[in-house]
């Protein structure tokens, strides 16, 4: 029925239709192509190249280990601003947002600044033995940052429609505040929890701007993989570097797709607890 | 029974205060102090070494040219994203959930892989990479390349910051427009454009902010040809790479400016439109 009140569906489906396609589609199609051109056996090659490997896991563990610090400080975060109010707390909220305004490479180099071994806060944390900066901690503490306003900025809205009576009522029948938190509000929280984990993950796994600084690069040990690609293309093996691209967005559809399973299942399962 | 158990108020005010200082102090050192890292680093050798090193001519070159690659590629993803939003908001069409999922894709592909493509497309060895020699037109490693890999990135942030308001804003003004006999574009100026500026503009703003500032995409298609693909964060990258600290702080400081100026807008437009620009999905940069 809106399409015959409403004009434009012909002009506005076939321009988004031929900018996506020249913008998006065609080029992952090249990529698909050149990544298809090595072969069975080229992909095998490649993949079971301990440095491709290393790199791989890397950038996957990594992010994953990111997104779990995340999805913890990212709740507490939340909490905290959704919950409280403390002088500054507009402030404070705005602030949060700073890793997506802030371009990749000047938080590369600030995060370097402060945890290289000479920096603001490497230079203590060296004196008791602990490198972060050109070690795989590096790499991670890169990712965090990246990754954090996504968790906090998906569970604000959830946390403030939360309903407090529930929690009331779940005290006034004798549950501490600690039973109250992980019986009654996080059960809810999880499938929010999961997406924006998911958000942060898919972020912190591509990442190259704000890592490549503060990790050193060096390889089988904090190489990430993206950089691996820029290495390939730097060398003009441009196969091997579209195989290494093909297989990291394949293996971040998976762990995206696996998400939203869990997603799923934990909502079913917090409908249930209510 | 277990009433017994329920805390005193004032280990709850304690508990409350603890919590917000761990959360407070992790914003401070995780989020301010990388901030603040930058003006000290930039202007450790005083004032003047500061402002001679963004008055270089490498600079001023960076500088312009990141201006002229955000200027041809916000502009252009704000047609298909408001283009978009109409589609998406106001129709049913088979394949619509998966337009969607394309519209998104961006946001989950790697900076680098970005890149990678029109490398792929475009390059000496690419799809069209003989074609383009033969007819002596350059796009890797010159700035039609930057302004693609610019355009891939930021595709998404206006479309996304417009479907979701279209949608709970709902077509009934617009059918009115229709029915008391006005135009389809007079309908677009002067119904849907009014209802959506606030959150074209919110859209806008994110979508320049990551043009500005990105990085792997245009470092991979750039070449780092001095003064001639250098956008601003790759001086930042190769004076950081040549040592110069002050050099590629300095410019950093006008991108962290930028971040800022970005921020204050965006809350400004949070508190005062909050329900013209809808629920801001967090933009995944």
Not at chain 2, 176 to 191: D, N, S
Not at chain 2, 244 to 271: P, S
Request: some cysteine; proline content about 5%; hydrophobic content about 55%.
């Amino acid at each position: 029925m809106r399409r015959r009140i409403l004009p434009g569906f012909g002009l506005s489906l076939g321009y988004a239709l031929a900018y996506l396609g020249l913008i998006v589609l065609l080029p992952l199609a090249a990529l698909a192509w050149k990544a298809s051109g090595i072969g069975i056996g080229g992909m095998l090659h490649l993949l079971s190249s301990p440095r491709t490997l290393a790199a791989l896991r890397l950038s996957f563990a990594g992010a994953m280990l990111a997104a779990v610090i995340n999805a913890g400080f990212g709740l507490l975060v939340a909490w905290v601003l959704v919950r409280y109010r403390f002088p500054g707390r507009r402030l404070f909220d705005a602030l949060v947002d700073l890793p997506f305004a802030l371009p990749t490479a000047v938080a590369g180099i600030a995060l370097t600044a402060l945890y290289a071994p000479n920096g603001w806060l490497g230079r203590w944390l060296t004196s008791w033995g602990i490198q972060i900066a050109y070690a795989p901690p590096g790499v991670i503490l890169a990712m965090v940052f990246v990754g954090f306003p996504f968790v906090v900025r998906t569970l604000q809205p959830v946390l403030a429609s939360l309903d407090r009576d529930v929690e009331e009522a779940a005290e006034s029948l004798g549950a501490s505040h600690l039973q109250t938190f992980f019986r009654v509000i996080l059960p809810v929280l999880v499938p929010t929890l999961l997406t924006g984990f998911a958000l942060a993950l898919a972020r912190a796994v591509g990442e190259y701007g704000s890592v490549i600084f503060i990790a050193g690069n060096i390889p089988m040990r904090s190489e990430i993989a993206p950089l691996l690609i820029v290495e390939k293309l730097e060398e003009f093996d441009y196969a091997g570097a579209a195989a290494l691209g093909m297989v990291m967005l394949l293996a971040s559809f998976i762990l995206l797709i696996l998400i939203s399973r869990l997603q799923r299942w934990s909502g079913r399962w917090a409908e249930q607890l209510q | 029974m277990s009433r017994l158990k329920r805390q005193p108020p004032w280990s709850r005010q304690i508990g409350r205060v603890l919590l917000a200082l761990v959360a407070i102090s992790f914003l401070v050192l995780f989020l301010l102090l990388p901030l603040a890292v930058v003006f000290v680093e930039a202007l450790r050798q005083g004032l003047h070494v500061y402002l001679s090193s963004i008055g270089q001519h490498e600079a001023l070159a960076a500088i312009r040219l990141t201006l002229l690659v955000a200027a041809i590629s916000v502009p252009l993803n704000v047609v298909f994203g408001v283009a978009a939003a109409w589609l998406m908001a106001r129709f049913e069409f088979r394949g619509k959930a998966l337009l969607g999922a394309f519209i998104d894709l961006p946001f989950s592909v790697s900076p680098v892989i970005s890149g990678l493509v029109y490398v792929l497309l475009f390059g000496a060895q690419g799809w069209f990479g003989s074609w383009l020699g033969a007819h002596d037109i350059k796009i890797i490693f010159a700035v039609p390349g930057l302004v693609l890999a610019t355009i891939f990135i930021t595709l998404p942030f206006v479309a996304r910051e417009l479907i979701p308001l279209m949608q709970s804003q709902g077509s009934d003004e617009e059918e009115a427009a229709r029915v008391l006999g006005a135009g389809g574009w007079q309908m677009f100026f002067r119904v849907t454009l009014p209802n959506i500026r606030w959150a074209l503009l919110y859209g806008v703003l994110l979508c320049n902010a990551r043009a500005m500032g990105e990085f792997g995409a245009v470092s991979v298609v750039s070449g780092h040809i001095r003064g001639l693909t250098t956008t601003m964060p790759l001086e930042v990258e190769m004076r950081y790479n040549e040592y110069d600290y002050v050099g590629a702080f300095a410019i950093a400081t006008l991108l962290a400016l930028l971040a800022l100026l970005t921020l204050a807008i965006k809350t400004l437009l949070e508190w005062r439109y909050s329900d013209e620009i809808a629920a801001h999905a967090p933009g995944g940069h």
